[in-house]
């Protein structure tokens, strides 16, 4: 298991909200209401960094289907995002990776009836060239391979002890990331020989890294759950992007991506 990072790392100030993070289909300004001056609602949308191309397609079918309606996006952690809603940050829809950081929303009775939509697997990712020579898992474990991993307190750092635990292991990474696209990213510019990711995050790199399976991801599946926000400023778009998640179409567009099905 690799060490844990103190509190204050992941912390978030009460102060944060979505201005700095917020993406769009359209524009990435956020919007201060629901409905804007010309007649349109926006709907926002907070999910895993797992989520990106996924939510991202499935954002700008929504829009032609609801040509009134803008989606905004603020993918990052999971845990980071639950924080966020937690200390107010307006949003519609929060897409998890984990029942975990779920929990945190919905114990501040801010959500009800999260359903999981999804599920992911980790896979061991290496650069193109796996210039360290990485094989399985008990590799991550030799000091000269230099690994990166999700914080602990993330779900893809969850997952990632689970996994370890199983296996046995004890890994020492040379950094921790908030987030799944952050720890990739490390692999994809070289500057580490491995990490452990998701195995969507693998696909969707197009080839910059490659992934390699190993048994224990099975015993580390993370379950995707998603739920429109109590108090929403557009419940009703919210109800509807959660049922187009829950659609076969959400399906077809997760399951191309390399999720799980519940």
Known sequence: MFRRLPRWAVAVPLALT??????????????????????????????????????TELGKAFEVAHPDMTVRFSFGSSATLAQQIVA???????????????????????ATGPTTFARNILQIAVPADNPAKVDDLADLADPKVKVALCA??????????????AAGLKVTPVTLEQDVKATLTKVGLGEVDAALVYRTDVIAS?????????????????????????????????????????SQQGKDVLTKAGFQTP
Not at 152 to 162: D, H, I, L, S
Not at 223 to 236: Q, R, T, V, W
């Open 18 to 55: 979505l201005a700095a993070t917020l993406s769009g289909c359209g524009s990435s300004e956020p919007p201060p209401t629901a409905s804007s001056g010309d007649g349109t609602t926006t709907l926002t949308v907070l999910a895993a960094a797992s989520l990106t191309g996924t939510f």
């Open 152 to 165: 602990e307190q993330v779900p893809c750092g969850a997952a990632a002890v689970k996994a370890l635990d």
């Open 88 to 110: 107010g940050a307006p949003a519609d829809v929060f897409a998890a990776a984990s029942p975990a950081t779920m929990k945190t929303v919905t114990d501040a009775s801010l």
């Open 206 to 246: 197009g080839g910059k890294v490659q992934g390699i399976d190993f048994p224990e991801a099975e015993k580390a599946i993370n379950d995707y759950p998603i739920a429109a926000l109590s108090g929403a400023p557009a419940p009703e778009a919210a109800k509807r992007f959660v049922d187009l998640v829950l």
